[in-house]
């Protein structure tokens, strides 16, 4: 199951209204949304690209709650087609979450052998990009994407070795191509390629830079907006478009919130959660 993350910390920062709608663009199993619920009388517009996660929480039929299977990046037409109004708070929790990892079978875990799709909805999957991209453009999305240092030698390997089908076939050409200081860190030598691929099959940063303008105009004035991110790329956006409308925003989160000690030994997925948020003016 997934646990909500920083879930006391976005409450707080939505600043519910008590007949206020307000919008989930990250529906995923609810955790946020069922809070905000207990929280106002008005409606909440929950949006979820991944249909086996939609399809899910759609049968739960969560009363106020009007789900959508879409992608948030086309906020301003699923607001429109909803007729929604009144939006007093938007939030984002940007990402995978522990479905993806447990249970779609998908490949988005190096930790079992699957196939490579890594995808949330979208028809681009990581076997397509891996086995048809060119090692220069493989190469920019390691670099780009997983800010991946051995992007080079990694997407050298990946060219000699394809085609490859599997999250452990990957793993093996990752650790072929990387030394070996590099497979003993913290973090497993995995996780920056996994990330770029996982980023570009979902097209995960365009998607956040569409939808931060559109969740702005939509907001009523006086009205929150928190975004919750898990890598430097995405915290990266928010940062700066919160900084570029400092005219029309006013900052509620100097530098971004992170979770205590004790949130990150409950959930360890909470451990790079960064929150900002903004207010209205
Ligand atoms: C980190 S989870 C959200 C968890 C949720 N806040 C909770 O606590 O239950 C992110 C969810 O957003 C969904 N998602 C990712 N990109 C999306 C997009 N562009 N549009 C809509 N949903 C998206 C993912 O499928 C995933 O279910």
């Known amino acids: ?25 990250t529906l995923n199993g609810g955790g946020h949304t069922k809070e905000i619920l207990k929280r106002t009388k008005g409606k909440v517009l929950g949006i979820e690209i991944d249909k086996e996660i939609f399809e899910k929480i759609k049968n739960e039929n969560i009363e106020r709650l009007v789900p959508v299977n879409d992608n948030y990046a086309n906020l ?10 009144n939006i007093c708070g938007i939030l984002l929790d940007v990402g995978m979450s522990s479905y993806h990892i447990d249970q779609s079978k998908r490949g988005f875990s190096f930790q079992k052998n699957e196939p490579l799709l890594m995808n949330y909805s979208s ?6 990009i891996i086995n048809n991209y060119s090692e220069k453009d493989l190469e920019k999305i390691l670099k780009e994407y997983g800010e991946e240092k051995f ?38 030598f995995a996780t920056r390629t996994f990330q770029a691929l996982r980023i570009e099959a979902n097209k995960e940063l365009e998607n956040l830079e569409k939808v931060l303008p559109q969740a702005l105009e939509l907001l009523k004035k006086g009205g929150t907006l928190v975004a919750i991110s898990f890598h430097s790329l995405e915290d990266r956006i928010i940062k700066n478009f919160f900084k570029n409308h400092l ?22 997925r909470a451990r790079s959660a960064k929150l900002r948020a903004i207010k209205k003016l």
């Open 76 to 85: 301003k037409n699923i607001v429109k087609e909803n007729n929604f109004n």
């Open 247 to 268: 005219k029309e925003v006013k900052l509620l989160t100097k530098k971004p919130i992170l979770p205590d000690e004790k949130e990150i030994q409950s959930n360890p």
């Open 1 to 25: 199951m997934h646990i909500p993350v920083l879930l006391k910390e976005t409450i707080e920062y939505l600043d519910i209204k008590e007949n206020g709608n307000y919008i989930d663009c």
């Open 123 to 128: 028809k681009l999957t990581a076997e397509e």
């Open 151 to 188: 992007a080079r030698k990694i997407s050298i390997q990946i060219i000699k070795d394809r085609p490859i089908k599997t999250t452990f076939q990957l793993i093996e050409i990752i650790k072929k191509a990387t030394p070996s200081f590099y497979h003993k860190n913290r973090t497993h």
